[in-house]
Every structure is written in structure tokens, then in C-alpha cells.
């Protein structure tokens, strides 16, 4: 048999990174650097993954914390009508003067993930994953997925958090348990079918962003990783 042969298929992921003016970088820097170098090093024990990374947003640069223009490879006109392609989602977050009034508008960015996490899962065993960094998870809340399951956001939002969900989703729904830790992976949500994993502030960015390089990869794989960036991750122990 040849080597060729014997070598396991890669495996593509295609993550869609969701930007708008104001957006807070390590929220969207963070995944994208963990998952690049995740596609760029090999893994002897497991099938090779490999991260296709797009970002997406209403225009075609995004301003990011005014600090920092970025050029986007998907309008959101079109990425709402090819979002059934995307594996994973990421969410950023931003400042709350930029936050609060976006999802009171119920903008076309909650719609898009409203739509992600609705949507059937690719392959049987294996759900579509949603993760939101940091004030992200107010997005997440504005499309109402956020019921009864377990979440984290920035340490001075989390009961603010809460309070904006029971707004939304009303008294009679089950609220979300907001707690601060650096990231939580609720499992499936209740209200779809992806799985919602949501990061606490700005530097937690990495942390779930290499939890979840654990879960599709190997656990390995998430500590090499880690130590090529010069990043003291622990993983959250299982409770």
C-alpha cells in the first residue's frame, strides 16, 4: 500500500468571521491567529484539519477600534445567502456604546447568526459550532438563542447580559446562566441546532479559540499550538 493511501483525509472547516465598525481586534485576531497556525502544522495522530477563513461584513472595509482597517472577503448580503456553507461562526464583540444600540436595531448581523444556528448540521456527527468572544454574546442574545444554557461574556457585562436576554426572549422563557469564566461550551443550544461555545473578555479570545482547536483537533494539537505562540493556555478542567 502506498504512503499515499494509508494517509487519512483532510478534514476543511470553513469559519466565517463576523466584523463591523468598532469591533474590538483581539476578538477576531485571536481565533483567526490560533486557527491559521492550527491549518499550517501537522498533527501525526489525527486526520489533518485545516481552517478556511473568511471575514464577513456589511461593506467592504471595517474600521476596527478605529485603530485598524480591514479588508473583508464576504459582504453580508451574500454571506446570508451562503452561510449553509460555514462550519463555524465567530462573533466578535465591541465597547458597549457600539453594542447596545446595534442589537436594538435587530441588524442583519443578528439575522446572520440567527441563521447559522438554525440551520441543520453539515454531517450528522458533527454539529456547526458558534462562538462568541467577549460582548459578542449580546448578538448572540439579540437572535434569541440564548435560552437556559450556560454562557460567559466580559466580567463587567454578565448580569447585564442576563437582564437583556429576559428583555428579549420574555419572562416565560428560560434565561441564560451567565457566570464569568474564560470561556464555557454549552453543548447544542436549545433554540438550534449549532453548538454555542462563548468566551469571556478580550484575552479569552485565545483560550476558546484553542479549546476549540482541542475539540476538533486533538488536545495535543491545542498545546502545540500554544506554546508556538508563547501562550500559557490551561485548559478549564470539565466540571
Given at each position: ?58 461593506a467592504p472595509t471595517v474600521n ?69 468572544m467577549c460582548t459578542g454574546a ?15 461574556t466580559h466580567h463587567r457585562a ?82
Amino acid at each position: 500500500m502506498s504512503s499515499t493511501a494509508s494517509t487519512p483525509p483532510k478534514k476543511y472547516y470553513k469559519v466565517a468571521v463576523l466584523l463591523f465598525d468598532g469591533v474590538d481586534i483581539l476578538d477576531f485576531a485571536a481565533p483567526m491567529e490560533i486557527l491559521t497556525h492550527t491549518s499550517h502544522n501537522r498533527n501525526p495522530d489525527n486526520p489533518d484539519r485545516v481552517f478556511s477563513i473568511k471575514t464577513v461584513a456589511r461593506a467592504p472595509t471595517v474600521n476596527a477600534k478605529q485603530a485598524l482597517t480591514v479588508q473583508v472577503d464576504l459582504l453580508l448580503d451574500e454571506a446570508l445567502q451562503t452561510i449553509a456553507d460555514f462550519d463555524i461562526l465567530i462573533v466578535p464583540g465591541g465597547p458597549p456604546s457600539l453594542i447596545t444600540p446595534m442589537v436594538a436595531s435587530n441588524p442583519l448581523e443578528v439575522e446572520l447568526i440567527r441563521k447559522f444556528a438554525t440551520l441543520p448540521p453539515k454531517t450528522p456527527d458533527e454539529p456547526r459550532v458558534l462562538c462568541s468572544m467577549c460582548t459578542g454574546a449580546f448578538l448572540v442574545g439579540a437572535a434569541r438563542l440564548l435560552t437556559g444554557v450556560p454562557v460567559t461574556t466580559h466580567h463587567r457585562a454578565v448580569e447585564r447580559l442576563r437582564q437583556f436576554c429576559i428583555q428579549v426572549n420574555g419572562d416565560d422563557v428560560p434565561p441564560p446562566e451567565v457566570s464569568h469564566k474564560r470561556y464555557i461550551d454549552a453543548g447544542i443550544l436549545k433554540t438550534g441546532h449549532a453548538r454555542l461555545i462563548t468566551a469571556g473578555g478580550v484575552s479569552s479570545s485565545l483560550d476558546a479559540s484553542l479549546y476549540l482547536v482541542s475539540q476538533l483537533t486533538s488536545l495535543d494539537m491545542a498545546a502545540f499550538i500554544s506554546r508556538v505562540i508563547e501562550y500559557d493556555w490551561k485548559p478549564l478542567a470539565e466540571e
